[in-house]
Every structure is written in structure tokens, then in C-alpha cells.
């Protein structure tokens, strides 16, 4: 009987992993897991945005030199070092391509792979967690499909691939919610957060703070249980100092105190959650039932925390439930540990700057520390996504505990349909499918031929004229070329000194012969009158202003 249910726990599993598997297929299409098949970023994604940052760091970094350590690199950098990190280009992925760049296609991509193993284990661990709440098949498979649509996560895909990696937040509400012992649940937390660390810093901070609930409920729970004070603090602290030897040691392996990263100019406030998130779609593309509303900014699509039609009615079912919950005082004593570090979460994704809709509600100057110190995590609204989970999650658990079975199985069945017409209908709206089959596109990130010409004697790109970044960053990385800079979600102290020197240097007429300078109007009027210091052509092509050394000066 045992190995009888292992089989059928396997094949729940499974079946949810294929539900994930065929809405990646309805979104996406089959032609995206192609490694080769680049176009459908570049064409629809190809406007200077993350994900041609993440496209053009990964095949810099996978066709680079060997750096030490492993995950530095700096094809797009030259000179500086830069950690596969700051790019977002998922290092768990990177460095295996990188030891196995000579099967991969010239340029590649793994961002329609990595999509589609994110959906399938959304379904993976949202069964594992309904399994947890329920043996009733139905409901099992009406709640993960409620998490496999998450909107969130949706929203995600495919301009920010890894922060879409939702799958781990699940994980890490597994590892909290279940028993186990303390030396299970520390190996469990060591895998999850390694996991994270090597995906996105977001995600990685999300765990991190899941995990805190996780050793706070640990020592209240040992605390009440007979064992002496001094032991549990000891396993504990024990198990907490090794995970964090282990992610300092993974944080240099990435580079991260090779390059120094930049404190953040105080963009947190900007970024954040507004108070109507999670009923509010902000667009078409997230709901085909609720319409879009107010917010004060476009920004404010980083705090985007819909919850879905389907969810919202049934917290409006249940919200005497859930009221009797809170006033619960037994509970609440069980619970507030999460209680607490959700309300700081949610503290810091509505931030200094509070609003409902386009009113400003409070507004509170925070010095400048304490404000680039939280820019460090400067789009605050994301960090409401573990708090946006325990409430889908909560919230389903509570209906399936209604004394009337029945209802609960018919609720949950009414609400999946519901649900699934709110965002499904969201989809078809965005017309994703067509934005990435891309049947009738072609690449928006090329040069003229005439470039092509000017720049095929010279090693490495310079430039100093912003607009072009993602143009001659595509071009260096695909035609053996080094080039200064992109664009980097995190950037470097050593990288940006480094730019600084190398312009100051150029405007003194000190530049290398084997480089390709892309300069703006105001520098090409600097060498007109200054001729005597630069030895070279001054060139302009299509709106874009060259200086090309004479080779050998």
C-alpha cells in the first residue's frame, strides 16, 4: 500500500508539472525553447530594457574568458570586472552554459527553458503545498491551478525571467509550514536559499525572510517544548551561522566583494505598493474582468500584486472567517512571528511613500541613509509577494476547513472557473502568443552595414553616448568585440570609477588605437576643435557620432 501511494503521490505531482507545462505552451509556444531562437526576445524586448541587459550579459559571459572568481567577467565592462549577477542573467544557469558553451548555438538563449521549468514547478510545489491542506483531489487541483496563474508571476515573464521564479517562495512555505526535525529543515533551507541566491537577489531576500519566520517559530516552538534554554539556542545558532557562512562564501564565489556594488541613488518610494494592489489589474494584459485602477505612477507597476477576481471574492466570502481568525488570541500567539515579519513586509513595499490610487496619502522624508540603504531593494512593491502567497494560501486552506465540506469543494470549483476566465481573458488581451512566435518580425538590435565596416579592424567598443547601449552591446557580444559598458540593475563602484577615468582620459586625447569610440554631439564638437590631440576620423552615421583611431598611432 505504502508504494502504492508513492506512486500516486508521484503522478499527482506530475500532473500538476504538466498543467504548468501547458499553460508555458498557450502563452509562449513550443519555438522559444529553441536555444537558438533569439528573435523573440530581441524583437518584441529589444528596446533597452532588462531583458536585453540579461540576454546580452549571459552570451558575454558564457563566450568570455575564464575569470577567478568563476562568475566575473568583463566583456561588457572592459575594463572593470562584472559579476553575472548584476546582469540578472540567472547564475545558476550561466555557469553550465559556460562549461558547455561549445554545444550552444552563437548567440543563444535558455530564457524559454528556464520559463517553462519555472511553470512546471510552480505546479510541482503548489500540489505539494495543497496536498498539505487537502486529500480531495478537486480541491488539490483547483488551488494549484489558482497558484499556477498567478498573476505575479505571470506579470514577471519574460521581461524579468528570473525574478518569475515563484516556485521558490512556494518552497520555502513548505519548508515553514511542515514538521520536521531541526537538522532536516536546515538542510532544506541551505538548498532553497543557495537556490535563490544564484537566481535573483529579490528572491533570494523573499526566502530569506520566510526562513526568519521559520527559525523565530523553531525557537517559540522549542522554547515551550522541555528542553533546556541553552540547547535550543546552541542547535539553532548552530544551523543559522552555517547558512550564513554558506552564502557569504557563495556571495564571493559570484564576485560580489571583487566589484563592490554601488549604494543606490534613493529610488525607494517609487517603486512601491500602492494600497489598491491587490484588486487593482493595472492593465488589460493582467485581467480581462476587472478593470484597471488609478495609480499615481507608471513605475508603480513594480508594486503589482493582483490577486485575481477568483481570490478576491473568496476572501470577500470568507473575511468573517478571516476577522474571527485575527481575534483569535490562541492563534495569534501560535502565529506571530509570521504575523509580524509579514506586516514588515508589507511595511516596506507600501514605503515612506503610502498611496491609494493616484492620492497621496503620507509622505515622510527618511534621511538619506536609512533611504539608500532600502533603495538597495529600490522596487519595495515586489517585497509583498510571500505575504501575497500566505494570503492565496490561507485563504484556500480556510475554505477547505468550512464545516459545510460541499461548499467548500463547489466555492473553490466556481472560483477556479472564475479565476481562470479573469486571467486567462488577461492573457489573450496582452496577445502575448503573437509577441512571441514572432512569425513576421525580425531582430531590432542590428547596425548598418556601414558600421559593420568601420568597426570590424578594432578589439574593443567605447562609448559614451547612452542611447546606444543595448545596440552596441548586442553587436560587441555577438562579433568577438569587448564594449565599456550596459546596463546593469545593480552596478559596480569599481566599473563606474573605471568608466569615469576612461572618458576623462579620452577628452585629453588619451585613447587606445584598438577601439572604436561612439561619442555624443558635444564630444565630436570637443575633438573638432581640438584636432591636434586625436589622430583619427571623426565619423557620422545615421544620427550616430563616431571617432575611429588610425590603427598604429
Known amino acids: 500500500m505504502e508504494i502504492k501511494g508513492r506512486i500516486f503521490t508521484y503522478i499527482e505531482i506530475a500532473g500538476a508539472g504538466v498543467i504548468g507545462f501547458g499553460l508555458f505552451l498557450y502563452i509562449f509556444g513550443i519555438s522559444v525553447l529553441n536555444p537558438a531562437n533569439v528573435d523573440w526576445i530581441l524583437t518584441y524586448l529589444g528596446s533597452g530594457n532588462d531583458a536585453t541587459a540579461q540576454i546580452i550579459g549571459v552570451n558575454a559571459y558564457v563566450n568570455g574568458r575564464w575569470q577567478f572568481p568563476v562568475f566575473l567577467f568583463n566583456e561588457i565592462s572592459y575594463p572593470a570586472m562584472q559579476s553575472i549577477l548584476t546582469t540578472d542573467s540567472i547564475p545558476l544557469l550561466a555557469l553550465p552554459a559556460k562549461i558547455f558553451r561549445f554545444i550552444l548555438p552563437t548567440p543563444f538563449q535558455y530564457w524559454g527553458i528556464y520559463l517553462c521549468v519555472n511553470l512546471v514547478?510552480?505546479?510541482?510545489?503548489?500540489?505539494?503545498?495543497?496536498?498539505?491542506?487537502?486529500?480531495?483531489k478537486v480541491y488539490k487541483y483547483c488551488g494549484t491551478l489558482i497558484l499556477i496563474m498567478s498573476p505575479i508571476m505571470l506579470y514577471c515573464m519574460p521581461a524579468h525571467n528570473a525574478l518569475s521564479s515563484h516556485w521558490l517562495i512556494l518552497a520555502s512555505i513548505i519548508v515553514l509550514g511542515r514538521d520536521m526535525t531541526l537538522k532536516k529543515r536546515m538542510i532544506y533551507w541551505s538548498i532553497v536559499l543557495t537556490l535563490a541566491l544564484f537566481i535573483h537577489v529579490y528572491i533570494f531576500v523573499m526566502v530569506g525572510a520566510i526562513f526568519t519566520m521559520s527559525v523565530w517559530k523553531e525557537m517559540l516552538n522549542r522554547y515551550n517544548s522541555s528542553r533546556s534554554e541553552g540547547l535550543i539556542y546552541k542547535e539553532l545558532f548552530l544551523g543559522v551561522a552555517l547558512i550564513v557562512a554558506i552564502a557569504l562564501v557563495e556571495l564571493y564565489i559570484l564576485g560580489i566583494f571583487s566589484i563592490k556594488m554601488e549604494p543606490s541613488t534613493g529610488a525607494y518610494g517609487t517603486l512601491q505598493m500602492n494600497l489598491n494592489s491587490l484588486i487593482n489589474p493595472y492593465c488589460s494584459e493582467y485581467s480581462g474582468l476587472v478593470k484597471a485602477m488609478p495609480h499615481t505612477e507608471n513605475q508603480q507597476i513594480e508594486g503589482f500584486n493582483y490577486l485575481g477576481l477568483g481570490v478576491i471574492i473568496l476572501l470577500l466570502f470568507y473575511s468573517k472567517s478571516l476577522l474571527n481568525l485575527f481575534l483569535d488570541s490562541e492563534w495569534i500567539k501560535k502565529n506571530y512571528c509570521v504575523i509580524i515579519i509579514c506586516i514588515m513586509l508589507t511595511l516596506f513595499a507600501l514605503s515612506n511613500r503610502i498611496v491609494i490610487g493616484n492620492c497621496v496619502l503620507i509622505d515622510i522624508m527618511l534621511p538619506t541613509r536609512i533611504k539608500s540603504l532600502c533603495s538597495v531593494l529600490r522596487a519595495s512593491g515586489?517585497?509583498?509577494?510571500?505575504?501575497?502567497?500566505?494570503?492565496?494560501?490561507?485563504?484556500?486552506k480556510l475554505a477547505f476547513e468550512d464545516k459545510l465540506k460541499w461548499r467548500g469543494v463547489i466555492l473553490i470549483g466556481l472560483i477556479?472557473?472564475?479565476?481562470?476566465?479573469?486571467?486567462?481573458?488577461?492573457?489573450?488581451?496582452?496577445?502575448?502568443?503573437e509577441m512571441y512566435t514572432m512569425k513576421n518580425?525580425?531582430?531590432?538590435?542590428?547596425?548598418?552595414?556601414?558600421?559593420?565596416?568601420?568597426a570590424r579592424p578594432y578589439k574593443h567598443l567605447f562609448?559614451?553616448?547612452?542611447?546606444?547601449?543595448?545596440?552596441?552591446?548586442?553587436?560587441?557580444v555577438t562579433n568577438n568585440m569587448t564594449v565599456n559598458d550596459s546596463f546593469f540593475p545593480r552596478e559596480s563602484i569599481v566599473h563606474q570609477k573605471i568608466l569615469d577615468q576612461e572618458k576623462n582620459k579620452f577628452m585629453h586625447g588619451q585613447y587606445n588605437d584598438d577601439s572604436l569610440y561612439v561619442i555624443?554631439?558635444?564630444?565630436?564638437?570637443?575633438?573638432?576643435?581640438?584636432?591636434?590631440?586625436?589622430?583619427?576620423?571623426?565619423?557620422?552615421?545615421?544620427?550616430m557620432y563616431i571617432f575611429a583611431p588610425y590603427r598604429g598611432k
Open 441 to 454: 518580425n525580425k531582430q531590432s538590435l542590428k547596425v548598418n552595414h556601414n558600421f559593420k565596416r568601420i
Open 463 to 476: 562609448y559614451f553616448d547612452y542611447a546606444y547601449w543595448d545596440i552596441l552591446g548586442w553587436y560587441a
Open 121 to 136: 514547478l510552480q505546479g510541482v510545489f503548489g500540489i505539494m503545498i495543497m496536498r498539505d491542506i487537502t486529500s480531495n
Open 416 to 433: 477556479t472557473i472564475i479565476q481562470i476566465k479573469d486571467i486567462g481573458d488577461g492573457i489573450i488581451n496582452a496577445k502575448w502568443y
Open 520 to 543: 555624443n554631439e558635444s564630444i565630436y564638437q570637443h575633438i573638432s576643435k581640438n584636432k591636434s590631440l586625436y589622430n583619427g576620423r571623426l565619423i557620422i552615421d545615421e544620427g
Open 382 to 396: 515586489r517585497m509583498f509577494w510571500p505575504v501575497y502567497y500566505l494570503i492565496v494560501i490561507g485563504v484556500l
